[in-house]
Structure formats: structure tokens, C-alpha cells
């Protein structure tokens, strides 16, 4: 089993990397499944709106409700997540790896791509998780210590990432 994941310091950066990796596993002729996130900032300067690509391509699913400039409260639209997870399960079987933007709250409490990831797994796919601070202990957990820390740098993740496919793919 392969699963590896990756935490940037600024808001926002670990998607953006996740997004380049995606993007490059695309490019390079793979197919992944999962989740890149692509934050769009907001013109009434509230909070950004939070969207998802469903791997490979598409569809772009809003993952954020729009509460208000005032609200402090959790934007995640859970239906809209539980929509990108039944598309990105469904593809899993046709997939080279499984790219999961962020291992969050819904992740840490049992639901969302938790049971994907463990699929993803199951079918010996490489899986590439996004993680912040405040649920890597569910996380780690979860993966049992079996999961290997990349530093958010495209390149590295990269080559983790394609190394897995293939050694998947020599074992196949």
C-alpha cells in the first residue's frame, strides 16, 4: 500500500500544489481520481469560494456555502462533498491513483473521502492525501503510520507519485 500526504504552511498552498500535481499526472498521460481544490477569492471580500475538480476532468463541484461576510461557522456544503466523492468513487477502477485534496473535518469524523481512500487503497492504487495540523492526528491515525510525509514541493510529490504508479503498474 502506497499513501502518502502533504501540509504547506500558507492558506490555501496545499491546494494549489495539489492542483499542479493533478495537473501534471493529467499531463504525463495518467488518470487520476479524487479532488483538486481552486479557491476563487470573492469580490464582496468575504471568504473564497471553495470549488473542487473532480479528477480527471471534471466536473467543478462548489464545496462552500455562502453564509454571509459575518459567518464563523463551517462554509462545506456536505451534500456538494458527498456528490464529488460518488463521482470520484466511481471512477476509481479506471484510475492510476487517487489525489484527495484534503483529509478534513468530514474525512476526521468518518465520512467524505475516508471510505474512497480506503477503496483507493484496497485496489493498490497510490493515494496522495492533502492534510492541515488540525486533523492529522485523525489522519495519521487512520492511515495506521503507514503514511509517508512529501514536503508540499510539486517536483518531489511528482516523483513519488509516478513512482508508484509504476511500480503498481510492474506488479500488475
Known amino acids: ?98 489525489i484527495v485534496n484534503k483529509f478534513g473535518k468530514h474525512e476526521a469524523e468518518g465520512r467524505g473521502f475516508r471510505s474512497v481512500i480506503a477503496d483507493a487503497l484496497a485496489l493498490d492504487l497510490p493515494v496522495l492525501v492533502g492534510l492541515n495540523q488540525l486533523n492529522a492526528d485523525a489522519f495519521l491515525e487512520f492511515s495506521g503510520g503507514i503514511a509517508q510525509q512529501l514536503q508540499p514541493d510539486a517536483a518531489e510529490i511528482e516523483d513519488w507519485l509516478f513512482a508508484s504508479i509504476g511500480a503498481r503498474r510492474e506488479v500488475a
Do not use: F
Open 1 to 98: 500500500m502506497r499513501i502518502a500526504y502533504t501540509m504547506a504552511p500558507g492558506r490555501g498552498d496545499t491546494d494549489l500544489v495539489l492542483h499542479q500535481v493533478a495537473q501534471s499526472v493529467i499531463q504525463a498521460g495518467y488518470c487520476p481520481a479524487g479532488t483538486a481544490q481552486i479557491n476563487t477569492e470573492r469580490a464582496d471580500a468575504g471568504p473564497c469560494d471553495m470549488d473542487v475538480l473532480v479528477l480527471p476532468d471534471g466536473p467543478k463541484v462548489r464545496i462552500s456555502q455562502s453564509l454571509g461576510r459575518e459567518a464563523r461557522g463551517c462554509r462545506l456544503d456536505p451534500e456538494a462533498l458527498e456528490s464529488a466523492v460518488g463521482i470520484a468513487l466511481a471512477r476509481l477502477p479506471v484510475s492510476d491513483c487517487l
